[in-house]
């Protein structure tokens, strides 16, 4: 899965920032200038730390966010048709039908009150318009199709009836139900059995390749990403810090978050050694400031970290390989070492 | 927490034997923990882990009288502590601590951290009123919190920071055994590693023995040194954590060990297992594991399964009966 699948991009995040109300009347910044492209076919994960925005990205381009979220500026482009233009109404010509999205908390995510295959069949039947007897079917077989034995019966059972892996095929029938291009998985296996997890994404690998989708993967597991995705977009504090193919993430991360991420992960299949790890004494991130918002906790923070952005750069030697970090900013490492040299020579 | 297996001379401080729990439910009855035996030795982690369902944290409710096991014993420091009244278990409270898996539900949110942490030196070192808060600070330190967040309530914390208030609350008796639930499955990765780190540097510094809950294997490889594997309330294998996880015999240790996803862009052959655990509410006969084992034989379906010696593993699992059976049935480890 190293080479990228789809020449063309599906669907590209463009500068995308989105803020929510904070005391004050302020606003903080939850994604700013976020950007990411997903080929066709291709599966791209979305890594970091709960509260870095991988979720809220997920939710924009889904049109599901929060009605307190709004919008600032930048663009998400489906096919050449920026879904940011469109009005409310027009999100469904592509909610549901050309991108479809599968939670984590797959039973928190059903109605508890209504049969789960009388879920899928409402689904069915708002985009496709046919008979409730032929909704009924369509959704069987849309049950059978993502491995549900005796989908007949358990068509009628309600979601505490179904374990968590039934209930995530569930949503998954449900989501595939109009064949998307696009399936956004946000954790979907959290909180699932190991074996449990394997299974679905054996099966979501397989529908991949059957339905000729892309899929954006939502996720902190490095392992799973190492095992399902073919590129990997690194999100800290709202921004995208690093992205590009997978084995270069892994293998030679660049931006001190992701070295840190990349360093944490615990290895089942061997004993590791791990660098102690200083806790880090400040959890929460500035969203204000107008440097990068990693610098408080980085280990190599210097001059300009605390008050300019930095620049997103080509780094490594992987084309498409990015770091969003001074370290790699020739012109700001330049000035680091003739401020250093002026201190000698004081 | 060295890597060799407990010497045999050494007697465990915690010894189950053939436990067994049983609930009510809908008016039938599930065995959730089916005779399971394990010891755990003096300054050793012991991880117990298995799918949801398995029975690992009934096991470990049991083992601090959270819930009062059916049948079976629980041997603390040789002494049958099962089926002693709960009245006399509290003067065991001290020494026997757990941390949970959700920090936030096992916190009190009315109660600042400073009243949170006061609570067990009241409650079991009798501290005087005076030396409260200098404990309080000690134990703060040692869970590497700053004494800042003693003011706050724990919706005021993040989640890291709640699970070192757990631990610290459980290590301010000066317990010798802790039973970690879980500790950190609510938790990212970076702050999982840092908080691993943490449980294995205070085991160190003062002496404790976990018995470690949990069904993350790449945390077992990390902390434990022993490990028991559980499904459906019965222990399938149990031995040396390197030899279990390089080398699993079990049949479901071996599709399970394969379905743990390893950091490398590189498909491998697995084995896969197929279905769902099946509901504890029918009987068994026999493996618990036959309707999903690629080897399941006709002898697998009648009566109980021994436990077999593999080089340092028991596993309970007829394959291995061309290598003599063990003595007991029990999966004492490995001494």
Avoid at chain 1, 249 to 262: C, D, G, S
Wanted: charged share 25%; aromatic share 4%.
């Amino acid at each position: 899965m190293t080479e990228r699948r789809g020449r063309e991009a599906l669907l590209r995040v463009e500068d995308l920032s989105v803020s929510f109300p904070a005391l004050r009347g302020e606003r903080t910044s939850v994604l700013d200038r976020v950007s990411f492209e997903i080929g066709r076919q291709e599966t791209v994960a979305l890594v970091g730390e709960s509260g870095s925005g991988k979720t809220v990205t997920a939710l924009t381009i889904m049109g599901l966010n929060h009605a307190s979220a709004t919008v600032d500026g930048g663009r998400i482009v489906l096919e050449d048709r920026d879904l940011l233009t469109r009005d409310g109404k027009n999100v469904r010509d592509y909610r549901g039908t050309q991108i479809a999205m599968i939670f984590q908390a797959p039973k928190a995510s059903l109605n508890p009150l209504v049969k789960a295959g009388a879920q899928i069949a409402r689904v069915v039947r708002l985009h496709q318009g046919v008979s409730q007897k032929r909704a009924q079917e369509i959704a069987v077989g849309l049950m059978r199709s993502v491995g549900i034995n005796d989908a007949e019966r358990r068509y009628h059972a309600y979601p505490h009836q179904l374990s968590g892996g039934m209930a995530q095929r569930v949503m998954i029938a449900m989501a595939l139900s109009s064949q998307p291009q696009l399936l956004i998985a946000d954790e979907p296996t959290t909180g699932l059995d190991v074996t449990i997890q394997e299974q679905i994404f054996e099966l979501l690998v397989q529908l991949k390749e059957h339905l000729t989708m892309s899929m954006l993967l939502i996720t902190h597991d490095l392992a799973l990403v190492a095992e399902t995705s073919d590129r990997v977009a690194v999100m800290h504090g709202g921004h995208v810090v690093e992205a590009g193919p997978v084995e270069a993430i892994l293998n030679e991360p660049k931006h001190p978050y992701t070295q840190r991420l990349v360093g944490s992960v615990l290895r089942a299949d061997r004993r590791i050694e791990v660098t102690a790890q200083e806790p880090v004494a400040r959890e929460h991130i500035d969203y204000r400031t107008a440097g990068c918002r990693y610098a408080p906790k980085c280990e190599h923070r210097f001059g300009p970290c605390d008050t300019v952005r930095p620049l997103v750069l080509q780094v490594g030697h992987t084309p498409g390989h990015t770091a969003m970090c001074h370290l790699y900013d020739e012109a700001q490492v330049e000035e680091k070492r003739t401020d250093e040299q002026r201190v000698r020579s004081c | 927490m060295n890597n060799a297996s407990a010497p045999a001379d050494t007697a465990p401080l915690l010894e189950v034997v053939d436990l067994e729990k049983r609930f009510r439910a809908h008016g039938q009855v599930v065995h959730a923990v089916n005779g399971v035996s394990f010891s755990v030795f003096p300054g050793e982690t012991v991880a117990l882990v298995g799918e949801s369902g398995c029975g690992k944290s009934t096991t470990a409710r049991c083992i601090v009288r959270l819930t009062d096991p059916t049948e079976g014993r629980i041997l603390y420091r040789g002494r049958d502590v099962s089926s002693i009244s709960r009245r006399a278990f509290r003067s065991l409270r001290p020494e026997i601590q757990m941390v949970f898996q959700d920090p936030g539900a096992s916190l009190n949110p009315s109660m600042t951290i400073r009243q949170t942490l006061r609570e067990p030196f009241r409650l079991h070192n009798g501290a005087r009123r005076n030396d409260l808060e200098a404990h309080v600070q000690q134990s703060m330190r040692l869970v590497q919190l700053e004494p800042a967040l003693l003011n706050r309530r724990p919706d005021q914390l993040s989640g890291g920071q709640k699970q070192r208030v757990g631990i610290a609350r459980a290590i301010a008796s000066n317990p010798s055994f802790v039973v970690l639930d879980e500790p950190t499955s609510s938790l990212d990765m970076s702050l999982r590693l840092s908080l691993l780190q943490l449980l294995k540097d205070l085991q160190r510094r003062l002496g404790m023995t976990y018995l470690f809950i949990t069904h993350d294997f790449s945390a077992v490889r990390h902390v434990a040194d022993r490990v028991v594997v559980m499904y459906l309330g019965k222990v399938m294998e149990s031995g040396l954590v390197d030899d279990v996880l390089d080398d699993p015999k079990h049949p479901y240790t071996q599709v399970l060990i394969a379905a743990i996803p390893v950091p490398e862009t590189r498909t491998r052959p697995r084995a896969k297992l197929r279905g769902e655990t099946p509901s504890a509410l029918r009987p068994i006969v026999g493996c618990p594991f036959q309707e999903r084992c690629p080897h399941v034989m006709e002898e697998c379906r009648q009566g109980e399964i021994p436990f077999f010696d593999v080089g340092s593993r028991k596993v309970a699992c007829l394959r291995y009966a061309s290598v003599a059976p063990t003595e007991a049935t029990a999966a004492r480890g490995s001494e």
